[in-house]
């Protein structure tokens, strides 16, 4: 597999796409390039004032929900949805960085009555 975070950032927006674009959002990249931790990519889903954004580097790190200017990251949100830490698909450890964007999907559909 590809390993530069750009393609497998967009690969996995692939997977996310077919729930995310029935809710009206749209992918796009918001930036790639090199960190002090090495090459990085992000992108955001966003409907309106509602987007969903997703950092890569070596496998999918920061999954943040926006309403407006409020916040929240995806293991606080799936805490408040399920009650409890580390009861949701996402994250997970897998040697395939696709696999990240399999699980996150898997809450999403489980999940995500207010995500874009």
Do not use: C, W
């Amino acid at each position: 597999m590809d390993r530069n975070p750009l393609e497998i950032l967009k690969q996995g927006a692939k997977l996310l796409e077919p729930l995310l674009v029935s809710r009206g959002s749209r992918f796009n990249v918001v930036g790639d390039g090199r960190g002090s931790g090495g090459d990085f990519a992000v992108g955001e889903f966003r409907s309106r004032d509602r987007s969903l954004e997703v950092h890569f580097r070596y496998s999918l790190g920061l999954v943040t929900y926006y309403l407006g200017a409020l916040s929240m990251g995806h293991i606080d949100y799936m805490r408040s949805v399920l009650g409890k830490r580390y009861a949701s698909h996402y994250p997970a450890f897998s040697i395939d960085p696709l696999d990240a964007f399999r699980d996150l999907l898997l809450d999403l559909q489980a999940h995500s009555l207010g995500v874009p």
